[in-house]
């Protein structure tokens, strides 16, 4: 007897579709999983990859335009809000009509763009103080750059909050790897330096000032030198892996006596800074305020580069990055000073449909808005309490397996089952969204002009900064989500001890309380069980049951954790991406997420046999000739199933904490007998691994 079922015929076509059934499934999953959607889906001009996730996305802008561009009578404020946010963004004839002038009125309010200005040194440089930029930066415009200074959760008290200074963590070009501006980096080098120096012409021209070009080539040029030498004195990723590290506890005072920063013969004060930020959410910071020091190397570097380098071109630097994001928003002359940039970087060749960038803009600013729209009209209720069954099964099966670990002592598994126990779950959307009250106070300082899309932008930027600078005196509000409903993706919070599944990810191919379970738990019980190893991989394990950084494990398990570790690091170093030039993956980078796409796969299959145990072996799909322990393994795949352009695979195999997705794919199941038993796969075959790694 077959399953006829909508739902059923529905998977069955779409996992018949994915596949290349030509490929033998021993030898390599991924091309048997995916070889069909690989031939039938090119990665569209506008993207620089294209995978499962980005069609779903693409599916939910979809939606989010429906029902942005609805007029709906006497509905909440706060959603017309967020509709009208989205008309000023669609509004292109008006956004033509500003040109220039939006950004060009502002720049002054950030003690303006020398290169683009005439006698920057008699009208601003007189007076200019770093200390002034980098805080009016920050607190008006969200902007960190030299000094990264952030409130945020102190990680040995997850109830409150401490102010951090961090290096700068964003660059223009991505990643420091860039700057060598050589090989597969040349072209985005140059680039980047062409759309600096197009910007800074536009500029001058609109405001009717004549151009030196040998000049601003050669102002372009500091910019990116300095640029370069911020990127060689951060801290690298790998070193930033250990929380332990990063915890520099000392008072504010203390920067000022061990942290030297010099520029022009001025010298840095940090309480005078501190105090220009916090003074404008009316919060006194006494000296003996404790901080945190993410970066003590970074700063002693820092005042070296300084060194190198005048006022001005430190001012050239931090408009120019400010600026470098604010043309997205601007008429066509100002969005194609970037162009040729996107393309270098990502290698796309035309831009998003406005409609898409907009959703996708209000989404991100405005996401609990937008997260009762979405829920409203896309989700579900039913899907809530299956959620709640599947993430109790995988607990459980993830619980049971610790006791088979035979790396970890008893205390440790002791308190790993506790901390497992106290993972709070987050499903869908937050009731807090559906009370038009709560969400009217939510953006009740935020008022939009349907006419002033640039504006708006400005405003979302300080509101968001303010109310994050607002929390230092607040103890951390543990009920709040932290991420919206209309979002197709999943988190592990450290912090928080929580797993959160979003309203946008439960559906298919993910989950559909109609499709057969085999598909739900290759789908989205491998992202449950993720989440939840998370919670115990390389950063994972450093915080207990209640958020609070300390080493719970005993010195003996974390050996034998880091040992297992790295029979994982290896595996994932051999593999080469032919698409990355060959490179390699880092295995140490993408490490954790490693430990929990293996552990992940193999806690949902159990729970699968656990569940077909229960309630009895499901009906077949029609015109698919697998067991549904093969459709689990294949829907697990198919979620994966992605392509990359060569720019992107680059950026990627740097930037990306996670593997390529094909070995997400092959990594978890050649590590996995279950899935060569399920496809009978002999030992010699590739889909299996002549040293099987296993952590969890
Ligand atoms: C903040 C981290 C959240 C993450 C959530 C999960 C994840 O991996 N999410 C996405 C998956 C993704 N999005 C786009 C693409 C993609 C697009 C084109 C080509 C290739 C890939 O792949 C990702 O962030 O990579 C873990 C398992 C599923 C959800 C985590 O917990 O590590
Ligand atoms: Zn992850």
Redesign the pocket.
Known sequence: EICTTADCTQSASRLIENMDATVDPCDNFYQYACGGWLKKNIIPET?S??????IL?DDLEVILKGVLEKTVEREAAALTKAKTLYKSCINESLIELRGGSPLLDMLPDIFEWPMAVDNWEDDYGKTWRLEDVIARLNEKYGTQLLVNFFVGTDDRDSTSYIIHFDQQTTLGLLSRDYYVCEGPYAEACRAYEQFMFDLAKLIRSDRRLDINETHMREEVTRVVDLERDIANATDTPEDRNNPVLLYNKMELGELNRNFTLEIDSQIFNWSYFTAKIMDTVNISVPESEKIINYSPNYYRRLNFVLAKYTKRDLQNYMVWRFAMNMVVGMSRAYRDTRKAFRKALSGTTSEVAVWRQCALYVNNNLDKAVGRLYVQEAFSEKSKELMEEMIKDIREVFISNLNDLTWMDEETKKAAEEKARAIRERIGYSEDIMDDKYLNNEYKDLSYSAEEYFENILENLEYVQKKRLRRLRVKVNKEEWLIGAAV?????SANFNEIVFPAG?LQPPFFSKDQPKSLNYGGIG??IG??IT?GFDYIGHRYDKDGIRKDWWTPDSYRKFLELSKCLADQYSNFSWDLANGLHLNGNKTL??NI??NG?IRQAYQAYKKFVERNGEELPLPGIDLSHDQLFFLNFAQ??C???RPQ?AVI?IKM???S??MY?VLGSLQNFPEFAKAFNCNKSSNMVSDNICRVF
């Open positions: 993207s990859r294209h995978s499962t996730f980005d996305r197709i993706n999943a988190f592990y990810i491998m992202v993720h989440e998370h954790g997420e929990a796409d992940g979620i994966w992605g392509s990359y992107q990627s990306d904490i996670h390529p997705v997400r």
